[in-house]
């Protein structure tokens, strides 16, 4: 899992790349290196810093001459090998003649790599990259053109990538290709354009805003000014282009210190953004992208939502919601665990994969394999023609703007509006929820945006309650009902931010075993908003505190009885019980936040992780 990027063109190419690569670092920060064609001669630079690497890579090439026709570079998560400098990207074959830079794996990698070594080849690394760039080599060794090469060495290896290769003898043209793993590529303005090429969109906005977006076993041969796109085969292909009105701005700080916290306050807006044109004047929900029809809809008889992370926990609360007003019953899957389980699916059954990204593989193999059974399959992702939304039958998109702090917050926030959305859209559809009701629930849906900003305003006392505990290293979440999605979730992101043990448990589950961990000095957090199982949830809440833990809670606005029975409380204010997920997350968001900042971390790189996750 890393970003790739490179571009061919007569200036600006190295500056692109740097930047492009900044743009990418949530894809993976072990290490970063460019390959510069200086026609007919190849120079790498790599460095193995972690947080740093990116910085580093900046020294090295800071000299370098100019006359650069091509170059491609990579930022990297590491899968096979450690991420040191030998094994960061790019790869060069025995020669120095051909660079590869990769994102994904080559399953086949060690087979291959054992044939390369019996013809003599010497790989340098413990990568599975490097051996596409000793096939190539061995290709271009009995004359083949690089996009020729490039070509006949997909077809020996397996697995999901995007690659992009130069090759000395070629100057000012990369090849590149994928299978699973995302690419994009785009031409730059002016007389003699730019060919681009990256692993996301926001690297490469600042250059253009027409993108061509590849499909599985194409391949990519770009030049200024040109660009033809193949199958495997080699016959030509129109490629399906995409125009993006993103700002640029959107995908930076904003003045934040962070993009996290640039992030987290964006939330009221991202939410509006969600609901923007969906809730429809009549009462009724328009959710005319879905793709999937409603007589389709109807005849579902069953949901399976799949997820990972905190898009897992946007779907615990969906299950709630489908299961109270459409009455469907509703299954939710880990999606690393859903495909290989044998979940029983079929041509009536609805597999909704929630994923930010639109790439974590869990997720889309598990869309893939529901495919298989003829069930329905919807998407809800943040990321337009993301990998998913081309595998699945239909698409709702969230629309929350690019986020590039590695912890989500503003995307999540928008997944669980969207499938509530959907859980009311279904409603509708099978006539389970009556207009009152509807119109009610649009109402308080509506105030969403104002709730979040009320929290928001906040920050400074959230900050000083995390301020009280500063010296704990372990907390427990606990919730009840959609409580406990919400408990996961600030469990989940105290977890990534500060590297503190946090572990978020249904509060009734917690007699049945948990509670024995419970001794004075541990630390509980809690969901006691006003929600259906809030007197429950009390009666949890004094268990713990008569063994002696200090208890945070997250409280309704003016809620003293609640507030009674704690040593430090979250105010938030009440709404709908079902979207109560989407206001009492947030004090959770800022506490990790702000515990994180007190501890001195990196809130938007949070170190072993990658914002996607490509690899299973
Ligand atoms: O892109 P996705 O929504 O599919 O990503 C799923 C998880 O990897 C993601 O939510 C992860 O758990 C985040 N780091 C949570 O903050």
């Not at 077809?155 to 992009?164: I, K, N, Q």
């Not at 690419?183 to 990256?198: E, I, K, R, S, W």
């Not at 990321?383 to 999540?412: C, F, I, N, Q």
């Not at 105290?494 to 948990?514: I, N, Q, T």
């Amino acid at each position: 899992m890393c970003g790739i990027i490179g571009a061919t063109g007569d200036e600006g190419v190295l500056a692109l790349l740097l930047d492009g690569l900044e743009r990418l670092e949530y894809r993976g920060y072990d290490s970063a290196g460019v390959a510069l064609d200086y026609g007919h001669d190849l120079y790498r630079a790599r460095a193995a810093t972690g947080t740093g690497s990116l910085a580093d890579l900046r020294k090295v090439v800071e000299n370098v001459p100019a006359g650069v026709t091509a170059g491609i570079g990579h930022t990297r998560w590491a899968t096979h090998g450690h991420p040191t400098e030998t094994n960061a990207h790019p790869h060069l074959d025995c020669s120095g003649k051909v660079a590869v830079v990769h994102n994904g794996i080559i399953e086949n990698w060690r087979e291959l790599a054992a044939k390369l070594r019996e013809t003599g080849h010497v790989l340098a690394s413990d990568t599975d990259t490097e051996v596409f760039a000793h096939l190539v080599e061995e290709e271009m060794a009995s004359g083949s053109s690089l996009a020729n090469a490039v070509r006949s060495s997909l077809r020996e290896v397996r697995g999901a990538f995007a690659l992009a290769v130069i090759a000395a003898s070629e100057p000012g043209t990369i090849v590149a290709a994928r299978r699973v793993s995302p690419l994009v590529v785009g031409m730059g303005d002016g007389d003699n354009p730019m060919g681009l090429l990256a692993s996301d969109i926001p690297a490469l906005l600042g250059h253009t805003r027409r993108f061509w977006v590849l499909d599985d076993d194409q391949v990519v041969e770009l030049r200024p000014g040109q660009m033809r796109v193949t199958t495997l085969a080699g016959k030509v292909v129109e490629p399906t282009e995409l125009q993006v009105d993103w700002d640029i701005e959107a995908a930076e700080k904003g003045g934040y210190p962070d993009f996290m916290g640039k992030e987290i306050h964006e939330q009221p807006r991202a939410v509006a953004d969600t609901l923007l044109g969906r809730l429809l004047a009549d009462d009724t929900i328009g959710l005319d992208e879905l793709r999937i029809t409603p007589d389709d809809l109807r005849d579902i008889d069953k949901v399976f939502i799949v997820a990972c992370g905190s898009s897992y926990h946007a779907g615990l609360v969906a299950k709630y919601a489908i299961e109270r007003w459409a009455r469907l019953p509703t299954e939710i899957d880990i999606a690393s665990e859903f495909r290989y389980r044998d979940p029983v699916l079929d041509e009536r059954t609805l597999v909704v994969g929630v994923s930010q990204s639109g790439e974590t593989i869990d997720t889309l193999q598990a869309m893939s394999e529901a495919r298989q059974w003829n069930a329905k399959v919807l998407v809800i992702s943040n990321v337009v023609d993301s990998s998913m939304a081309r595998v699945a039958d239909g698409v709702l998109y969230t629309h929350a703007g690019p986020e590039v702090g590695v912890a989500s917050t503003k995307t999540h926030l928008s997944q669980i509006v969207a499938l509530e959305l959907l859980a009311l859209y279904l409603a509708q559809l099978r006539g389970t929820l009556p207009a009152a009701d509807a119109r009610r629930l649009f109402g308080k849906l509506e105030e969403l945006p104002a709730l979040i900003e009320t929290v928001l305003a906040r920050e400074d006392d959230v900050a000083a309650v995390a301020g009280q505990f500063t010296k704990t290293r372990d907390f427990f979440f606990l919730g009840r009902h959609v409580g406990f999605p919400v408990a996961l979730e600030g469990a989940l992101k105290l977890k990534e931010l500060s590297y503190l043990r946090a572990e978020g448990y249904p509060a009734g589950e917690l007699k049945h075993g948990p509670i024995a961990l419970i001794e004075p000095g541990a630390v509980v957090v809690a969901v006691a908003t006003r929600t259906r199982l809030w007197e429950k949830m009390m009666s949890n809440i004094a268990e713990v505190r008569s063994r002696g833990a200090t208890v945070l809670l997250v409280a309704n606005d003016g809620d003293e009885e609640t507030a009674a029975e704690a040593d430090a409380v979250l105010w938030v204010p009440e709404t709908e019980p079902l979207f109560a997920p989407v206001v009492d997350v947030v004090p959770l968001q800022l506490f990790a936040y702000h515990l994180a900042a007190l501890h001195g971390l990196d809130v938007d790189r949070p170190r072993n992780l990658a914002k996607t996750v490509t690899v299973e």
